[in-house]
């Protein structure tokens, strides 16, 4: 996360709420960030009723452990490196700078991935066009098969 101030302020912002006990808060934040502005008409259509009180339910688990373990992965060119399996590389059109920048390293770093940018949608993707994001899986996975 250091390497991008933006999350590293949107992340501070949402521990301090969560913190100060205001979940409601924390996950505003969050999702403004991730998901933007819009994120309540953008989601809700797609995702099951209830999904706010959910993601309120799973703050303990992204704040207290998912966030720490990003912070600390150490995953590089060398790592990529070892990966010979197809890759998929998905990001949405109008994703932040932070997520589009990882997106073109990973293209540099993985030269035989598959790159695909879905337009019209943020890094919360699967959950504002999960259609277009199934259709790219469903085609990645029919020409790439999993096998033992």
């Not at 998901?35 to 009723?49: C, M």
Request: with cysteine; glycine share 4%.
């Amino acid at each position: 996360f250091s390497k991008y101030p933006d999350l590293m302020d949107v992340m501070s912002t949402v521990g301090a709420r969560y913190h100060a006990g205001d979940r409601d808060g924390a996950v505003e934040a969050f999702l403004n960030e991730l998901a933007g502005p819009d994120f309540e008409d953008r989601i809700s259509p797609s995702v099951p009723d209830g999904w706010r009180e959910r993601f309120k339910s799973e703050l303990d688990v992204v704040l207290q452990f998912e966030a720490p373990a990003m912070s600390e992965w150490s995953f590089s060119r060398a790592d990529a490196a070892h990966i010979t399996c197809p890759v998929l590389n998905m990001t949405g059109g109008r994703s932040q700078p932070y997520f589009r920048e990882v997106h073109e390293l990973l293209k540099e770093w993985f030269p035989h991935a598959e790159n695909v940018v879905i337009p019209d949608v943020n890094h919360y993707m699967f959950d504002t066009n999960p259609r277009e994001c199934a259709d790219q899986l469903a085609n990645f996975f029919a020409r790439h098969p999993i096998s033992k």
